[in-house]
């Protein structure tokens, strides 16, 4: 699925200590960040092609709203994640999508260590 999307895998590994994992129990793509997921593209029961974020829940309730193509987190806590079907007639425009995604990245290295976060911004990459 990520050959087609390279270039949220570009963005992605853009981003300091980001790892992209295949989890074949999942059949999804995790992006991780010091062992804790903020992303992971799969495909939903419909078959299409989704990234699945973490957010802020007022926005992601707002986008949900605004938006057919962003729902609830797809096997994901409802609150804190939403889900973008990325192959619709009507795409979410890319810097969207990568704006989503580091604001995701963003709150999830928020909640590392310090410490963790130090040796993150102090990596060479």
Same mark, same amino acid.
């Given at each position: 699925?990520?050959?087609?999307?390279?270039w949220?895998?570009?963005?992605?590994?853009k981003?300091?200590?980001?790892?992209?994992v295949?989890?074949?129990?999942?059949?999804?793509?995790?992006?991780?960040?010091?062992?804790?997921?903020?992303? $992971?593209?799969?495909?939903n029961? /419909?078959?299409?092609? #989704? *990234?699945?974020?973490?957010?802020? %829940?007022?926005?992601?309730?707002?986008?949900?709203?605004?938006?057919?193509?962003?729902?609830e987190? $797809?096997?994901?806590?409802k609150? /804190?994640?939403?889900? #973008? *079907?990325?192959?619709?007639?009507? %795409?979410?425009?890319?810097?969207?999508?990568i704006?989503?995604?580091?604001q995701?990245?963003?709150?999830?290295?928020?909640?590392?260590?310090?410490?963790?976060?130090?040796?993150?911004?102090?990596?060479?990459?």
């Open positions: 699925m990520l050959a087609k999307y390279q949220i895998e570009r963005a992605a590994l981003l300091k200590g980001t790892q992209i295949y989890k074949p129990e999942w059949q999804a793509f995790q992006f991780l960040i010091a062992d804790k997921m903020f992303a $992971y593209a799969s495909k029961n /419909h078959n299409q092609d #989704i *990234i699945t974020l973490k957010g802020d %829940p007022a926005n992601n309730r707002l986008m949900i709203e605004m938006y057919d193509n962003i729902t987190g $797809y096997y994901a806590n609150i /804190h994640w939403i889900s #973008i *079907i990325l192959d619709t007639p009507n %795409p979410i425009d890319q810097t969207m999508v704006d989503l995604l580091n995701s990245y963003n709150l999830v290295f928020a909640k590392l260590t310090k410490k963790t976060q130090q040796q993150i911004i102090n990596s060479i990459k």
